[in-house]
C-alpha cells in the first residue's frame, strides 16, 4: 500500500471520527437541554429560597442580581425569554417587581406555569401613620413579605407544591425532603428572632426606617413603625418636605433617635432626618430587599435576617 493511499485512508478515519462525535455531542447537548427542567424566579429573596426547596431537581435561574432593587429592576431581552420558556415561574407579585411585571403576565400568556409568593402569604397593607394613631391610614398591599419568617415557612410550602405539580421530571419525594429541611430551619430562625427581640425594652419598641419595609416583621414580633422618610412602600418615590416634618414629629413624640435604612443606600435619605433633628440620630443599615454577594454579610435569606435582627435588637436595647 503507497504512502499516499494510506494518508487518504487516514484522513477518512478522522474525519469519520470527528463527525462522530460531533453529531454525538450535539445530540446529547439537545437531549439535556430539553429534559432539564427549569425553573426561574424574579427576586434573588426568593431565588434562594426557591434553590433550598429544587436542590438538584431543576435548573433555578434567578433574574435579580445582588444588591439590586427590586423595584427598579429590569430584563434583558434575553431574560424575558427565558421567563417564556420557563417551566414555572416564581415571583413576589403585589407591586413589588415594577418593571417585571408585564414579562411575567406574557408568559403566563404563553401558558407558563407562574406563582406569586406574596399574594399567597396573607398580604398587610402599608400603613402611613403609627399604626394606631390618628394619621394612620391604611393602603396597598405591602410586599415586603420575607421580614416575617412564619410567612416565608407557608411560602416555601406552597413553592414546594407548585414545583411538584407544574414542573416535569422531578422527583417529589426528594422536593418534599427539601422543603421539610428547610422549614426546620426556618422555625430555628423564628425562635432565635424571637429571643433576640424579646431583650428589647417595650418603649424602645419603635421602628423608622427609609421606606416602609418592615411592616410584616413589626406585626409578627410586637414592633409600632413609626414611619418612614419615604412613605411609600417603594423606593422610588421622594418624600416631601410635609413628609419629613411630619416624620419627624412623629419621632420626636416617640422619642426615637434611630433610623434603620438599607444596607445599599444608609444615608440616601435618612441623613436628612439629622439635619432635621441633630447630629444624634443614628442610622443603621440593614439588608431590606436585596441579598448581598456570597461572603458580603447577606448571601442567603437565613443570613440576611440574622444580620438584620441582630442589628435592630442591638440598636435599640443600647439606645
Known amino acids: 500500500m503507497s504512502a499516499r493511499v494510506r494518508a487518504a485512508r487516514a484522513r477518512a478515519l478522522l474525519l469519520a471520527l470527528i463527525t462522530f462525535f460531533v453529531v454525538a455531542g450535539t445530540a446529547t447537548g439537545c ?23 429544587v436542590g438538584d431537581e431543576a435548573d433555578v435561574s434567578v433574574l435579580m442580581k445582588p ?63 403609627e399604626e394606631g394613631g390618628p394619621d394612620d391610614e391604611a393602603g396597598e398591599p405591602d410586599p415586603h413579605f420575607w421580614t416575617d419568617p412564619d410567612r416565608v415557612r407557608k411560602a416555601a410550602g406552597l413553592i414546594a407544591d407548585q414545583v411538584v405539580r407544574h414542573v416535569d421530571g422531578v422527583n417529589e419525594k426528594a422536593v418534599r425532603d427539601n422543603a421539610e429541611r428547610y422549614d426546620g430551619r426556618l422555625a430555628d430562625l423564628t425562635a432565635w428572632m424571637e429571643k433576640s427581640f424579646a431583650a428589647v425594652p417595650e418603649d424602645r419598641r419603635s421602628l423608622v426606617t427609609n421606606h416602609h419595609v418592615f411592616g410584616y416583621l413589626a406585626d409578627r414580633f410586637g414592633f409600632r413603625v413609626i414611619g418612614a422618610v419615604i412613605p411609600s412602600g417603594t423606593s422610588l418615590a421622594s418624600p416631601s418636605s410635609a413628609d419629613l416634618h411630619a416624620l419627624t414629629q412623629a419621632m ?68
Request: glycine residues 10%; proline residues 3%; charged residues 25%.
Open 31 to 53: 437531549a439535556g437541554g430539553d429534559e432539564r427542567p427549569r425553573v426561574v424566579v424574579t427576586t434573588n429573596i426568593l431565588g434562594d429560597i426557591t434553590r433550598e426547596i
Open 67 to 129: 444588591n439590586a432593587d427590586p423595584h427598579s429592576f429590569g430584563l434583558s431581552a434575553v431574560q424575558a425569554a427565558d421567563l417564556e420558556n420557563a417551566d414555572l415561574v416564581v415571583h413576589n407579585g403585589l407591586g413589588l417587581e415594577e418593571n417585571v411585571l408585564r414579562h411575567v403576565e406574557a408568559a403566563r400568556a404563553s401558558g407558563v406555569a407562574t406563582f406569586a409568593a406574596g399574594e399567597a402569604s396573607d398580604p398587610l397593607t402599608f400603613h402611613t401613620g
Open 252 to 319: 420626636e413624640k416617640a422619642k426615637v433617635r434611630t433610623v434603620f435604612a438599607d444596607s445599599s443606600q444608609p444615608t440616601r435619605l435618612a441623613e436628612v432626618l439629622r439635619q432635621e433633628m441633630g447630629d444624634d440620630v443614628n442610622v443603621v443599615p440593614l439588608y431590606s430587599e436585596s441579598l448581598t454577594e456570597k461572603g458580603r454579610g447577606a448571601g442567603t435569606y437565613l443570613e440576611m435576617m440574622r444580620a438584620n435582627t441582630s442589628a435592630i435588637a442591638g440598636s435599640l436595647t443600647a439606645t
